[in-house]
């Protein structure tokens, strides 16, 4: 405690820890200046060589709108009706948008999508791609649908871009940018394919219902009420049954784009030459400081600590 408190110990540390000063790091530098620049450019070849056995990915994009953007509102009455009867009516809210998102992104879904288009092998054991001739290579997958479910999930993205606007992005990206599209285009045509037969089968459910209800009731008014909800079933049963674009309507199309959206090469091997060097010069500047430096022998070949002597 009285050590710390000594003026005459703290000038004597203070002045021990300015010897340390940016003069040390500089020779620490020049002492071993040609590990400094060999080590990072070594570290940038193998960065680059690694880098040429990377496959090109690329990106495609689909844009696409919300088809029932504008809907009629239900009256307050068939709403309340509909609430006690378990049945959905149409309504002016964006909840239709987000079931279609969060039902494309469900593992069943997914599952479903890839056992169905037989995309096991090219999502999980792709091999390499002709861009020229459009082949492309894979290999044989055993693994589990889980597996390449979470898989596809990596490599699949979808969002609403605005909360008032209707605009939904989705993008794949693959080593096939043909693959990639098509697999946007298939994805659309199931997901509005699958929504339209299940909107119309819970119609039809709903119209099964009414009409019990109506068979079992003398109220005129009731029965009025019924038959308006009956006819607002029997429309989007219909609109469901005939519009091929349900749930999404496609407003700028996939296709395979020819630029790649990855690997940046000239970026990674930046990287790693910076990275190393920063890490070598702090290697050398602590071993200078400890009186050591990285010596090289060519014969043998070895790398190993040579103490400084320093006056």
Known sequence: ?????????????????????????????????????????????????????????????????????????????????????????????????????????????????????????????????????????????????????KQFKRIFYVEKLSQVQPFVLMTITHISSTQARDWLVYIVEDLNKSLSQRDVAEVKESIQYLEEQISNTNVSDLKELFYGMIESQTSKAMLAEVRSEYAFRVIDPAIAPEAKHSPYRGIIILQSVIYSLIAITLLCIMLYINNYKILFTRSPLRVSLSEINRI
């Open 1 to 149: 405690m009285q050590e710390n408190s000594d003026p005459l110990n703290q000038v004597e540390i203070s002045s021990e820890e300015k010897e340390f000063s940016i003069k040390d790091i500089f020779m620490a530098i020049w002492t071993n200046r040609f590990l400094i620049i060999i080590f990072p450019l070594l570290v940038g070849s193998i960065t680059a060589i690694y880098n040429l056995t990377l496959a090109d990915v690329y990106r495609a994009e689909i844009l696409l709108a919300t088809s029932d953007s504008k809907t009629q509102s239900p009256s307050t009455a068939q709403s309340s009706l509909a609430a006690m009867a378990g049945i959905s009516l149409p309504s002016g809210t964006d909840n239709k948008t987000l079931i279609a998102i969060e039902t494309v992104k469900s593992k069943k879904f997914i599952s479903e999508f890839l056992i169905r288009h037989d995309a096991l092998p090219a999502l999980m054991a792709p091999i390499s791609w002709n861009s020229k001739e459009d082949i492309l290579e894979v290999g044989e997958y055993h693994g589990s649908i889980q597996e390449a479910t």
